[in-house]
């Protein structure tokens, strides 16, 4: 009998550092909860590392962009542009607040938020009324757009922030998978009114779970605070001034995420090995497209990710995972475009045609920090049967 092949995850934490002596820290003093001194001490090294004003340590990167949009002003019924391939957070966020996504399309290439399409929306299907973004067709305001950096690359931000600006909108950026991310020199989520990083297991950084609200505006920080707080105004008397919530990260997870931090710079220097690897690896295959960066962008190679090419598709995409997870090698297929899901299907959205080809074609595969040359070449091998 052989035996069952070691497992090899999509993207698993690497804890290598010094989570074990701060977590004991936390333990031994007893600052395990909300307060205690890894949380300033973990949000100061996200700030300084993408080099924004503010940062805020919350639950989450799904209660980061809740109450991005919320301190933002995006309000019931306003109307929210959000990528129709995306792990689904971000259009969940603009239903927290009551709002409704409109679902734009991706450039092939880059599998980014397709800019030019923005522009085109904004143009041909809204006005400017009384100051503010108005769809023609719904009447409904459009107050922002969720600028999302999607494996471990960057969007057109400036593009898009230019445009918001233009049309009126806040632009919030999703850098959940982006830390390490820089678009022209400047770090992902440091361009937009709000950014927001997520520090999930699977993420390039990891606090066990949470999430960093980036702003250079204070007041718009204090909020954020505020808000991750119950809307706290005064501890003493019970007095909240707003309905708030419980978003707060924990000591024990600031302490795990810090020792993470540390290590990031070698964590992206891994990664980058990685798909140097996949990319010598998968040259030999005509019919793989590697999802590319765009010219502006120095991205982290936080999830590598092929497209076969458009006259194969779903069904040779569906051979590939297959093969895959009888190996116990947990590739995986990219976001299923959103507009199309059941939550969704009656929202609306724009000129979508790249998506659902997008989808069909799309694998992403191994890419934990972890991984060694056996893993990656076992993984190689395995693409290689099917093609
Ligand atoms: C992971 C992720 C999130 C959510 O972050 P959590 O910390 O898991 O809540 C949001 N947006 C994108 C694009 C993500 O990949």
Known sequence: MTMPQKLIPLCEPYLSGNEWNYVKECLDSGWVATAGAFIPRFEESVRSYVGATHAVGVASGTAGLHLALLVAGVEPKDEVLVPTITFIAPVNAVRYVGAHPVFMDLDPVTCQVDAKKIAQFLEKECRIENGVCIN????????????????????????????????????????????????????????????????????????????????????????????????????????????????????????????????????????????????????????????????????????????????????????????????????????????LLPPYKNEEFYAINEAPSLFERGICLPSSVGLNEADLQRTVATLQKVL
């Open 136 to 339: 023609q067709k719904t009447k409904r305001r459009v107050k922002a757009i969720i600028a999302v950096h999607l494996l471990g690359l960057a969007c057109e931000i400036d593009h898009i922030f230019t445009l918001a600006k233009e049309y009126k909108l806040k632009v919030i950026e999703d850098a959940a998978e982006a830390l390490g991310v820089r678009y022209k020199g400047r770090h992902a989520g440091t361009f937009g009114d709000l950014g927001v990083l997520s520090f999930n297991g699977n993420k390039l950084v990891t606090a066990g779970s949470g999430g960093v609200v980036l702003t250079d505006d204070k007041l718009l920080a204090d909020r954020v605070r505020y808000f991750a707080t119950q809307a706290k105004d005064n501890p003493d008397t019970f007095y909240h001034g707003a309905v708030g919530f419980n978003y707060r990260l924990t000591n024990l997870h600031a302490a795990i995420g810090l020792a993470q931090m540390e290590k990031v710079d070698d964590y992206l220097a891994k990664k980058k090995r990685i798909a140097t690897f996949y990319d010598e690896a998968l040259s030999q295959f005509p019919e793989l497209s590697r999802v590319l960066n765009g010219p502006d962008c120095n991205g982290s190679h936080w999830l590598y990710t092929f497209l076969l090419d458009r006259n194969q598709g779903l069904k040779k995409r569906d051979a590939i995972l297959k093969q895959m997870h009888q190996e116990r090698i947990m590739a995986r297929p990219l976001f299923h475009p959103i507009h």
